[in-house]
């Protein structure tokens, strides 16, 4: 089932998400709703306070290239382990952000922690635009938004220009 995206400005999205004690039937169920949400978007990454649930929960899949496998990752609770010195710039978009890109530049590979969907502990590392993405739907699950690494003006103008949009889809 599709789940309804949150769009910034929205103070759910600025909260710090709390970690998933146990994986319930419920919460594998989220985790498709989740998967369904962002191919559906279509998006490589979901994370759950960006449809309203404030708990550790990310989904991604960054193959893009048509006639690729899917690799679609359910993570519960990741946490990154590692991260190297040298870095990338990727321009960021995000779901919660319809219509705005900037540049963010992160740590170019790096190494997390995570729970699978059965509960089982897994470790990867990741680069190029996996690395890019997995930080930043990890960085949703501590309030964060890449807009948080821009400036405060063009913060500021991305915000309004995503309040407009937010307005204008109310309205239908
Ligand atoms: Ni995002």
């Given at each position: 089932m599709?789940?309804?995206?949150?769009?910034?400005?929205?103070p759910r999205l600025k909260k710090v998400a709390a970690p998933v004690e146990d994986i319930s039937d419920e919460l594998r169920k989220l985790s498709d709703d989740m998967l369904e949400t962002m191919y559906?978007?279509?998006?490589?990454?979901?994370a759950a306070p960006q449809i309203g649930i404030l708990q550790r929960l990310i989904v991604?899949?960054?193959?893009?290239?048509?006639?690729?496998?899917?690799?679609?990752?359910?993570?519960?609770?990741?946490e990154i382990v590692a991260a190297s010195d040298e870095t990338s710039v990727y321009e960021e978009g995000c779901l919660s952000i319809p219509?705005?890109?900037?540049?963010?530049?992160?740590?170019?590979?790096v190494t997390v922690r995570w729970m699978d969907r059965d509960g089982n502990a897994q470790e990867e590392s990741?680069?190029?635009?996996?690395?890019?993405?997995?930080?930043?739907?990890?960085d949703h699950l501590e309030g964060k938004?890449?807009?948080?690494?821009?400036s405060p003006m063009r913060r500021q103008m991305i915000t309004r220009k995503s309040q407009k949009l937010k307005r204008e889809r109310a309205r239908g």
């Open positions: 599709k789940r309804p995206i949150l769009i910034h400005p929205d559906d978007a279509p998006g490589i990454g979901l991604l899949d960054c193959v893009k290239e048509e006639g690729e496998t899917p690799r679609p990752l359910v993570m519960f609770n990741p219509e705005q890109y900037a540049e963010v530049t992160r740590p170019a590979e990741f680069d190029k635009l996996w690395a890019t993405c997995v930080q930043h739907e990890i938004l890449f807009i948080d690494y821009v």
